[in-house]
């Protein structure tokens, strides 16, 4: 991937231009957005790590939403539905692979049957085809599920977000921006024309500055003035790995039925990769660390900040059993095959291995419920990205755009 790293920047005096903050795909996104809007803009994207896109934004199944579950007329809704069609169109333009495999949410007991048929409204009313099925079109979907109704999507895709990173970041720097790798943003100042931008490198000066730091989101905002009474709280999810002779099972993406009660997670399911690996998950336990490298890594700072929060606890009180569940079926290998087989039950426990993890930057408000949607703030000349859980990186261009249009908004 084309970089520039620990490399000193001039900044232009007449048009300083703008500072992506963050080297995820929606960072990424944004400043191409940004030079999609005004290609003669000064445009940098500072990312602390060696390479771009190595969080969230690559620890993910890669699943492209269609936009069936979220709130109708909520960011999450437009943003997924009209980014998904952008993100395809710059995969193909840019050799990024996309497998338009598509989605079958499957019900397995009469009890689900009513949350099915309101997430087919839901998707209809999103602009989502969807067709309702019965037992025997199912199996013709997916032959070794076992299911009493189904929803298929024929929308829904796979792609690599990690390949998509790479290729923004180079279509950013062919287009005259700059990606800076390794260095680390320390302190915002704004000055009212001028936003000064403190570095591990150098101190930059912006027009504006644009922060989508992720799990970082909320510190780095109180830090530049913003009121955030909410709080990141992390979330670790972990899949499984099914074995290459028993991929067959599953032929795209296999879906339950949302629970609904507030919690945004779309519950264990199994996903078929563009590389042909068949991905089982993911969960979602509280996780010891915003940036794990380890599953069970603990950073004391970020355990303090989540234990410390009262959200933390009135969420967990919440939700007691669904946490419980969790931390079980994290632990207990079988207790996660046996959901996974109440759809699929020809996996068998000598069929799966645990695979990789990543961390979900979940904002939680004080009262503990889960902010849902894609969450936008900001104060002067500096936007921020606070809330970009899933489906995010589907609506990453739509988001990017959004923030494109912020910025244009602050500096006239």
């Not at 660390?289 to 606890?313: C, E, K, N, S, Y």
């Not at 946490?323 to 079980?328: I, K, N």
């Amino acid at each position: 991937m084309p970089s520039s790293s620990n490399r000193r920047v001039g900044v232009s005096r007449r048009r300083r231009g703008v500072v992506v903050v963050g080297g995820g795909i929606v960072g990424l996104a944004t400043a191409y957005r940004l030079l999609e809007a005004d290609p003669d803009r000064p445009v940098t994207v500072l990312e602390r790590e060696s390479r771009v896109g190595t969080h969230q934004s690559s620890r993910n199944s890669g699943v492209l939403h269609a936009g069936l579950y979220y709130p109708p007329g909520s960011r999450k809704a437009r943003w997924a539905v009209a980014g998904k069609r952008a993100l395809e169109a710059f995969c193909d333009q840019h050799g990024v692979p996309v497998v338009r495999s598509g989605k079958v949410v499957v019900a397995v007991d009469p009890s689900e049957l009513e949350g099915l048929r309101r997430l087919a409204e839901r998707a209809r009313t999103n602009g989502v085809e969807v067709v309702e099925l019965d037992a025997d079109q199912v199996a013709e979907h997916e032959p070794h599920v076992s299911a009493i109704a189904g929803l298929w999507s024929p929308g829904t895709a796979v792609t690599d977000f990690g390949r998509v990173c790479e290729a923004l970041a180079a279509v950013v720097q062919a287009r005259g921006g700059r990606v800076l790798t390794g260095v680390v943003m320390h302190h915002l100042d704004d000055r009212g024309e001028v936003v000064r931008i403190a570095t591990s490198e150098d101190d930059l000066e912006a027009d504006a500055v644009v922060v989508c730091a992720g799990a970082q989101a909320d510190r780095i905002a109180r830090a530049s003035g913003v009121d955030v009474p909410e709080r990141i709280v992390p979330f670790r999810g972990s899949w499984l790995r099914l074995r290459p002779d028993r991929a067959h099972l599953v032929r795209g993406n296999i879906y339950p039925v949302p629970v609904g009660g507030g919690l945004p997670f779309l519950g264990v399911h199994l996903t078929r990769r563009v590389d042909g690996e068949v991905w089982i998950g993911p969960n979602a336990v509280l996780a010891g660390a915003r940036d794990a490298a380890r599953p069970w890594q603990v950073d004391p700072r970020d355990l303090a900040a989540t234990l410390g929060f009262a959200g933390t606890w009135r969420l967990g009180g919440r939700h007691l059993d669904v946490a419980a569940g969790e931390v079980w079926r994290d632990a207990v290998l079988r207790a996660t095959l046996r959901r996974v087989q109440a759809y699929v039950p020809r996996i068998g426990i000598d069929d799966v291995r645990r695979g990789p993890f990543g961390v979900r930057a979940q904002l939680v408000s004080a009262d503990g419920a889960l902010v849902d949607d894609f969450e936008v703030r900001g104060t002067g000349r500096i936007v921020h990205l606070l809330n970009a859980p899933s489906p995010a990186a589907t609506a990453s261009l739509s988001i990017g755009a959004a923030l494109a249009d912020e910025v244009a908004t602050r500096t006239g």
